[in-house]
């Protein structure tokens, strides 16, 4: 039987950043029909979506009246409300990821139990009710320096995340129901994306190896291949591989990892959707991650994760100080640069290190592609 | 200064088939606003398009009013009101490629002569008022068989061509303002796209080779790279650059050669935009033909055109004996193929070996893609 139905396929997804955005971008070489639930008219989905639907992805009127709408419903970010997507899911629409697994993944302190029921390596942790409670353990010494206090929910590129090095720290605590790990000595981080459909079938993509800006807390830069030892690679694509299986997926699943200093590769978080460090693939590697999850969810046939090129992939943020109607400096020089893709979002307002596109540099050789992203970096501007 | 001017630019593409879906999926990378002008609400490109205005791309004001709306005119087919686009490049909107050069291609007649006066190397040929003419000529021996009559204006994809071999082909010929060339001893087909923006900057993509299916006089599959010698492969790409330097023009050319069976390296006919021949570079090449067309009519840096990995490209065409609602067979199983890559138009209608979508294949070995092919060609059927 003919599994993809196409001119009558609807795929909802909610909420219409760039993933989405993205999403849809592979999802119209299928023509596949779109639907985009986002609260903004003006966000980057909604230009390339065949509909827009103006609703709140945390509400459960909104997502259980766009869900109906559609025959397949994903969703781009985690923070969507659950209970709507499972009460969809008993009505018979094709929710995918399941609900349940999104369920698990928001809280990341039920992630940190799930890798502990299932033998994922993760550094240690305790789970606290809140600041007082890791106070009182920091006093009792039964919490040592230097550790992470994580908010269990809600947490995005950063957020939610307070490094305590030393007491002076102490006043960085969040409020919370909180997750608190020992801090990784990193040597590196990598990122593996894997994705699985109905049938079990599962496949990953090559590892990627990032680089972060430590003042903004997000992804300065990401290398494919990642120069990591071969026995690192295969050890982070099967614990990636373990972890979509346990879970029994469909669509993609996105784990971050440390290596810490020993050279032990530990997950950090994972995320049940396109990511940005599988950005690059969409020019190199034969299926993009957004093809990928769409062959996931859909549960057809998963494609070829085979590099075409070597690839560096750097996010284009909105220069610090800048607030407002977003202007570009320097895309028609970096467009010049052999090898050079730009991707802008097509958000209308930019803020300090908001994410306003991407790049992805494609050559023969990963240092020459290293060399050219530099130059990229230092031309293009996202100012107001 | 920024030549991209993003979230403002408005692009206007005339006719919204296939080609100006594929043109526009690009464009939305950069953010670029797209306006497509079709006379058909349900068009492949209206579904992925920023606004879809209705609109008859053959009558004078419809395309004026078109033009107006946008800051940069292109157009994807060669039947246009030209009047209408010389008119509105009068009044400043930056029609892209120039009028000019589309009336020139328009009437195969002028091209052969515009051949003729820039020493581009041709099938010898004679233009003939009509069908009686030809007739009066082929009895007095002026005109031997084997010959070609293609009618100078309004043919596609095989349509307006009568092959007359012998005397007993005369009965197909078609009544028409005509070109009557001589028949080239064709060895093979290939296809040249190459590229030139403002500045004068020129690329060429690699040479592509073309399997036409004679009962539809439509490519049947095509291979990049070409098995070709150098020496050909250098040629091909010196005419199609000459031919874009001579034309001035801004944006894309397709140009077809026929190898004879001598050996040399025949123009056949040029386009003045994305071409079917150039489907591949969507996944195989690092600047696919759609992005590379932007940027020669943006006036933007051109980018590389080096191939990522050998490719096979098939058309999906409507079986025949079947014409209404489109279904089609084989999609899933011929996704479980490694590098297979599939387009649908979103036509919702089919007809007898109307393209109605592609199928690209990437291997590191150019005869395992072709292998694969066939296998696609076999598994997909398009029906109603």
């Known amino acids: 039987m003919e599994r993809l139905v196409t001119s009558n396929l609807k795929l909802g997804i909610i909420a219409g950043g760039q993933l989405g955005k993205m999403l849809i971008q592979e999802a119209s070489k299928w023509d596949v029909i779109s639907y985009v639930m986002d609260s903004e008219k003006e966000c980057p989905a909604a230009s ?49 990821p399941d609900p349940e697994v999104l369920e698990l993944i928001q809280d990341k302190g039920l992630q940190k139990q799930f890798y502990e029921q299932h033998a994922i390596p993760t550094s240690p942790f305790t789970l606290f009710q809140g600041k007082e409670e ?55 981080e990598i990122s593996v994306i894997v994705a699985r459909n109905e049938q079990g079938e599962v496949r990953s993509f090559p590892v990627v190896e990032m680089v972060f800006d430590k003042q903004a807390n997000l992804v300065e830069r990401l290398t494919c291949p990642a120069n990591i030892s071969e026995e690192q690679e295969e050890r982070a694509q099967s ?34 959707r396109p990511h940005n460090s599988g950005h690059h693939s969409f020019e190199s590697v034969i299926t993009s991650q957004f093809e990928q999850h769409l062959r996931g969810i859909m549960n057809l046939p998963l494609g070829s994760t085979q590099l075409k090129m070597p690839a560096v992939m750097i996010n284009l943020l909105g220069e610090p100080g800048y607030e407002g109607k977003v202007k570009y400096e320097g895309l028609t020089e970096s467009m010049a640069i052999e090898g050079v893709k730009i991707h802008l979002y097509g958000k209308k307002i930019t803020k300090p290190f908001r994410k306003m596109g991407h790049v992805t540099v494609l050559s023969e050789s990963l240092e020459e592609a290293v060399g050219k992203a530099e130059k990229v970096k230092n031309l293009i501007k996202v100012k107001a």
Not at 59 to 74: I, Q, R
Not at 159 to 176: C, F, M, R, S, W
């Open 48 to 96: 390339v979506a065949s509909h827009y639907i103006n609703g709140d992805r945390l509400n459960y009127e909104d997502v259980c009246s766009f869900g109906k709408m559609v025959d397949v419903l994903t969703y781009e970010i985690e923070s969507v409300n659950t209970k709507a997507l499972k009460k969809l899911k008993e009505e018979g629409v094709k929710v995918k």
């Open 134 to 188: 890791i106070l009182r353990a920091v006093s009792s010494k039964s919490l040592r320096f230097p550790f992470v206090q994580k908010i269990r929910k809600g947490g995005y590129d950063g957020q939610g995340v307070a490094i305590i090095e030393t007491e002076k720290d102490l006043g960085k605590l969040l409020e919370g129901e909180s997750l608190v790990e020992e801090k990784v000595p990193i040597a590196k």
């Open 239 to 272: 614990i990636a591989l373990k972890l979509v299986n346990s879970l029994e997926m469909s669509g993609l699943l996105a784990v971050e990892f440390f290596i810490d200093k020993r050279g032990d590769v530990i997950v950090n978080e994972i995320s049940p």
